[in-house]
């Protein structure tokens, strides 16, 4: 385009100017004679009322500058007339440029006036150069100052071709002015390429600024690109070829499409659609735009990404980074809102935010949200200060700053963690660093609809159980969840310790391992209000509860402190609950040991079975053995009886015993 701004501006004031400027030099140098017959009368069809006072059948000149040829014009017919105007018929004009150039102006007819330097060319005037150019139009008026027409003006220019309605060339201020609907269309540099395509009511091209702009109704295309604004504004360098910059305003809408496929038909995924109130360009170190930057003045700009899923986006501000006539990103600032549409439907609203596009497929494939960032979707809120989002991967990565880290909740459970990836998709997420996450039961007709552990045996209310550790994996489609590293969680004062912490379901099983530790608190509904105030302890390298079975199980390593005063220890444990969740008895197998400090005395055995709510505890192996500071007992099986403080050793064999009942196995 810039190529037909100069020569719009300059080729044909120059032939024109310079046609006029021989034509007075030769009329005052030597007029035009009368034909010798004389009895014929002068007429013109030019200006058929005007009175003839001389004319001449031929006319031809050249002019030199300093030995060089300058310019040569032909007339078949010069007629001069009494009111100062002049006709020239046929007529055929070379100007040669110093740049080694030539143009050439061919019109039926033109007419001069030498006393007011008024110049009109008629009939269809056509202006050619030697290098390519092509400019025709049914006629040309000048006024001394102005060229103009209201007539289709026609151009052909290297790749260019184009037209308007009118024509109106300031000739001392250098400014050309096409109106009237102006169209020109650049054919590609090569046959891969498509053609740009521009439309407007108005040109304006001012060769002093080096300044080239459209108005009214303004529409560029190439395929199904398009660029609809009311005014656009190019400046050049002095060159008048290197593009400085680009802008426009009013009523803005830019329409960028992917690849054109077979057949001429652009693909729409990928898509990208902007409206804004102004626009203006970056260039590039090689005179290309590398970025398009929009702002909304009126109300925030509007940008469309198709997708699938589509891509919806208000900003204050977008900055479109293009490469290689290709869209790399986009960046959205102030008050940023994102939506995505099916299959899932989603928001993410920001401070700033960057959308990156594969230049391959032109679809977005990551962003980055920087600033008060608030992601939202049926399932999934989440809060973070930063965020980068995976789109092919459907993966978001929540960080922050200390003091405010990510937080998710999903389903009513709430996460937080110094990072956060999760995948609304999938159903997961992970958390690293400084965790805290919130489980807690939330009812959907009666079905548990995500990971929870609240109303257990370890954490028995209905109210929120809450889990620090080191990171955390959350999988809501088989509800799991899987606590790792310094793991601790609680409910009110009953609370776990461990390397990892697993729960599944609505807390159907709990799972910890690595050096186990539990306070609970839930102990018999016959203890004293004094009892309730001390846990029962525990500790093992792996702890497994049943919610269904109302039971703990504890392996490897396992001690059990009921209070200060009473100590157990075994390879396997387990706690038994009772219908309101409170501990009904304890059993242990397997190197068991039991230690009384009240009392002094100490049990070893293969199995003990400790009735919190009865205070008895029951001793078997063989033998099992009870030594005391008054002395030591053994046998097959012996009970103690805290209550009464009494230990008895219970032997089946003996008479005495015939009613004893074997404890629980």
Partial sequence: ?????????????????????????????????????????????????????????SFEDTQTVNGRLASRIRAQ???????????????QMTIYR??????????????????????????????????????????????????????????????????????DMDVPGEM???????????????????????????????????????????????????????????????DRKSLLSLEGQGHLMVVMNSDVGGGGKAETAGRKTITADRFWSEIGANQQISALDFIGETGPAHAIIEGPPNRDLVARTFRVGIANKQVTDMKADDNVVMKETAPIQRQMNSGHLIVYFDPATHKATSAALDGDVHYKDPKNDARSVRANYDINNDSVVLTGDPGFYPAVVADGQTLKAKVIEFSPRAGTARGTGEVIAQLVSKQASGAATAVSA?????????????????????????????????????????????????VQGAGEQVTA?????????????????????????????????????????????VQIDDGEQRHFTSEHASFFFDANKKIDHIEAQEKVVLVDKTTGRRGTGDRVM???????????????????????NSGAAMSFDLARNKVEVIDPKSPMQGTYKQPPQ
């Fill in 610 to 632: 400790y009735n919190t709510g009865r205070r008895m505890i029951y001793l078997t192996g063989a033998p099992a053995t009870v030594t005391s500071p008054q002395g030591s």
């Fill in 454 to 502: 609240d109303s257990t045996n370890i954490f028995p209310m209905s109210k929120p159980v809450f889990v620090n550790s080191d990171s955390v994996t959350m999988r809501q489609a088989n509800k799991i969840a899987v606590f790792s590293g310094n793991v601790r969680a609680w409910q009110e004062t009953n609370s776990v310790f461990s390397q990892e912490l697993q």
């Fill in 176 to 238: 050309l002015r096409l109106y009237d609907k102006v169209d020109a269309t650049m054919a590609p540099e090569t046959p891969a390429d498509s053609p740009l395509n521009v439309k407007a009511q108005e040109g304006f091209f001012r060769r002093k600024e080096n300044v080239g702009e459209f108005t009214k109704d303004v529409v560029a295309t190439r395929d199904a690109d398009r660029f609809n604004v009311d005014h656009i504004l190019g400046r050049f360098g002095a």
């Fill in 1 to 57: 385009m810039q190529r037909t701004i100069r020569i719009l501006r300059v080729a044909l004031p120059i032939v024109f100017i310079a046609f006029i400027a021989v034509i007075a030099i030769n009329w005052r140098r030597g007029k035009p004679h009368k034909d010798k017959g004389g009895t014929v009368p002068v007429t013109s069809t030019i200006r058929p009322t005007d009175t003839a006072a001389i004319e001449s059948k």
């Fill in 77 to 91: 017919r010069v007629v001069a007339f009494q009111s100062g105007w002049n006709t020239l018929e046929n007529v």
């Fill in 513 to 557: 391992r690595g050096n186990v530790r539990t306070l609970l608190y839930n102990t018999s509904a016959n203890a004293t209000a004094e009892q309730r105030k001390v846990p029962m302890q525990s500790k093992s390298d792996v702890l497994i509860a049943h919610k269904g079975d109302r039971r703990i199980d504890l392996n490897g390593n």
């Fill in 98 to 167: 110093p740049t080694g150039l030539t143009y050439e102006l061919v019109c039926p007819q033109a007419q001069f006036n030498s006393n007011t330097k008024e110049a009109d060319a008629k009939g269809g005037v056509r202006v050619t150069s030697s290098d390519g150019v092509e400019i025709t139009t049914a006629q040309i008026h000048y006024d001394g100052n102005h060229l103009t027409n209201h007539v289709a003006v026609n151009f052909k220019i290297d790749r260019w071709i184009g037209s308007g309605g009118a024509l």
